[in-house]
């Protein structure tokens, strides 16, 4: 026993302070590249990597079992439809106010140099594209077929070339739609092309609803046709509001609303919201409201919050935060602060755009809705509605952070919606460009090993500093730390060494 007593001394006499000052410099940096790595993957993918990797790779090897499998046969019917919402909440839909490639999308890379679409978002246009514009008769047509793999080009040069090809054969409706979106670069150049595109539009509407009872196939291009055509007059109405001329896009968003009353998939009612907020319409808005904004239907951050705007602009303009404290709310004030917190509790991210907290970019072409991306678009094409309504935005500041007390764990139950989907941050991620910080709700608290790993380094670096500066000391504190360690094990052999015979004890040691 005294043997390994010494040898334990002589290996910690010959530690010189460079070995220790070696030792814990190499630590700190080990630990600070650690947490360097995890606070990026933190911020880019919002969980931890080790913490990750634990749950997925490390807890099955140990045993661990997962409680979701055996908990999926005792799901309720409640449980069940719950589900569901949120996997419909969840869905990426088209946004309603997207803009031109063309024109605005790559007029921002000229100037800024930074791609604002991202390519998952491009390619859930691309068939978006496809399911618009496409049929399976296109083989009929030349231009049609040619058409058919353009929307399938991922390069936008190849696709151009494409259409213009298609139209040195035949006016071709959906060719005239790609330049316009694509290769248009200002809005009067887009309308013209969009004009060309619906004379031809219209004709082949009008053939192919005389054909749609003939078989399936003339059914898939009355079908395809009508698509195309209610899109040309959605985008020239659109054209006409960017170029002011709001009460002509009133008209044909109104008109198009009738003319195909079914196809909601295209949400005109959104653009029509829009523009009669613009002309200041509040009546029109309203009535609008009356019809979309109903419990069976589909909402949207456009539908709460205009209804929210509304009822804010009866009372905005005389609203005083310290008047209300004294008195309390009067009626219209409680319906118009209740508005607001249903519409922040549908999508908590867009306050903070609106009260410019948070900058914006430019939306996406497909949104989540409650997401950061849906609070985007509705923020880039409203906030000027809002700042039009004396005292809405000072209504907004005072009351929208009241919403998250009535509903203090949105990830499990929620107060007017269903709870908030768990799956926004990792599709808005997607459909966001990297440059743009996204936002995220609930916030989360930092993951126990970035805390840990910082905490680490911090120790770490600091031993390295202090060993530096007072070498003779801590190599004294060191050795009488690794002795007092070591104390334990050193008992446990003394009484080992007792107990077995001395000359056994010398044959374990030399095996």
Not at 234 to 252: D, F, I, P, Q, Y
Not at 368 to 378: Q, T, V
């Amino acid at each position: 026993m005294f043997g390994s007593e010494s040898s334990l001394s002589m290996f910690l006499n010959t530690l010189t302070p460079k070995f220790y000052v070696a030792l814990t410099g190499t630590s700190s940096l080990i630990s600070g590249l650690i947490l360097i790595f995890e606070w990026w993957y933190f911020r880019k993918y919002g969980t931890s990597f080790i913490e990750q990797v634990s749950v997925s790779h490390l807890r099955p090897l140990l045993g661990g079992v997962d409680n979701s499998s055996s908990n999926n046969s005792n799901t309720s019917n409640g449980d069940a439809d719950s589900s569901r919402q949120s996997v419909s909440e969840c869905k990426v839909w088209r946004n309603p106010l997207n803009l031109f490639r063309g024109a605005e999308y790559n007029r921002y890379t000229w100037v800024t140099g930074r791609e604002p679409l991202t390519y998952y978002d491009m390619n859930l246009s691309a068939q978006d594209h496809q399911t618009f514009f496409t049929c399976d008769s296109d083989h009929i047509r030349p231009a049609d077929a040619i058409m058919q793999k353009a929307w399938r080009e991922r390069n936008p040069q190849a696709r151009i070339s494409a259409a213009h090809e298609a139209l040195e054969l035949e006016d071709c409706a959906t060719a005239y739609i790609l330049l316009a979106e694509e290769e248009a670069t200002t809005i009067v150049e887009a309308e013209k092309l969009f004009k060309q595109a619906l004379k031809v539009g219209e004709g082949c509407y009008r053939r192919s609803q005389q054909l749609q009872h003939h078989g399936s196939q003339y059914e898939a291009q009355h079908r395809r046709d009508t698509n195309v055509l209610v899109y040309i007059k959605r985008r020239l109405a659109m054209c006409s509001r960017k170029l002011g001329r709001t009460r002509e896009a009133v008209k044909m968003m109104r008109d198009l609303m009738k003319e195909f009353p079914l196809l909601s998939m295209f949400n005109i009612h959104e653009n029509l919201l829009e523009s009669l907020l613009e002309l200041q319409n509040y009546a029109d808005v309203q009535a609008v409201l009356a019809k979309y904004d109903d419990i069976s239907l589909p909402k949207s951050a456009t539908i709460c919050y205009t209804a929210a705007l509304l009822k804010a602009r009866a009372v905005s303009d005389k609203f005083s935060p310290e008047a209300a404290s004294r008195r309390g709310l009067s009626t219209a004030e409680m319906n118009a602060v209740e508005a607001i917190h249903r519409a922040v509790e549908f999508n908590p991210h867009v306050p903070k755009y609106l009260l410019e907290m948070k900058s914006l970019i430019l939306p996406p072409e497909h949104i989540l809705k409650r997401g950061d991306s849906e609070a985007i678009a509705y923020a880039f094409f409203h906030l000027q509605h809002w700042k039009r309504v004396e005292g809405a935005l000072n209504l907004l500041h005072c009351t929208w952070e009241g919403t998250f007390r009535m509903i203090p764990y949105p990830l499990e139950k929620g107060h007017l919606f269903y709870p908030y989907p768990i799956c926004t941050e990792t599709a808005d991620r997607e459909l966001l460009p990297m440059f743009h910080e996204v936002s995220v709700y609930p916030k989360k608290e930092l993951p126990f090993f970035i805390l840990f790993t910082a905490g680490l380094c911090s120790f770490t670096a600091m031993l390295a500093l202090l060993t530096h500066q007072f070498p003779e000391l801590m190599g004294v504190f060191a050795k009488a730390f690794l002795g007092t360690l070591f104390a334990p094990l050193n008992f446990i052999m003394e009484k080992v060494e007792s107990i077995l015979p001395s000359g056994l004890w010398h044959q374990l040691t030399r095996i």
